[in-house]
């Protein structure tokens, strides 16, 4: 019997075929709003039929060995990573004009199309890490530091630094080889 078949077969007796069951039925509902004068509490639970192959894969936990391997077998491709930069700021950000809270959501949907795009390159054993600065141009300087513990060998960075008339933002991805 296959993995999937057994988790399905453990969920069966806790399922049912869909909808969703409430505490109390209508019936008793009335009964008690008319007695004790409760209005609008009755709980809601809703099931599904059958569990999605995602459910049921972060259910079972698989066990590996170890691989041994101390360095990466592809490193990370930094002038590939800061295309992508370029790129997604630039479409995103070439006519835009500062305002704090779209730039603020802006910096958010940034950070995560660049670490989409990044991950698609399909780097294995790589954890990424994405931040995203945006901020108004005033004819003022910024210093913005960032720190890391990192085995320089096999560890690495892309940054890019784009501008407008009216705003500035930095993308940085750390990646950081997974041993």
Sequence with gaps: MVMADIAKDGMAGSL????SVSSL?????????????????VSTVSYMDEPSQHDVASR????MG????????????????????KDVLTTYLQEEQY????CRQMAKTISEVIKAQVKDLMIPRYKLIVIVHIGPRHGQSILIGSRCLWNPKSDTFASYVFRNSSLFALANVYAVYFE
Excluded: A
């Design 60 to 63: 079972l936990t698989v066990q």
């Design 99 to 102: 305002d704090p809270e779209l």
């Design 25 to 41: 039925s209508g019936h008793e509902f009335r009964q008690k709003e008319h007695h004790r004068r409760i209005k609008d509490c």
């Design 66 to 85: 170890n691989t041994y391997q101390l360095g990466p077998t592809k490193h990370f491709p930094v002038v590939t990573v800061n295309h992508i930069l």
């Design 16 to 19: 049912k075929k869909g909808g």
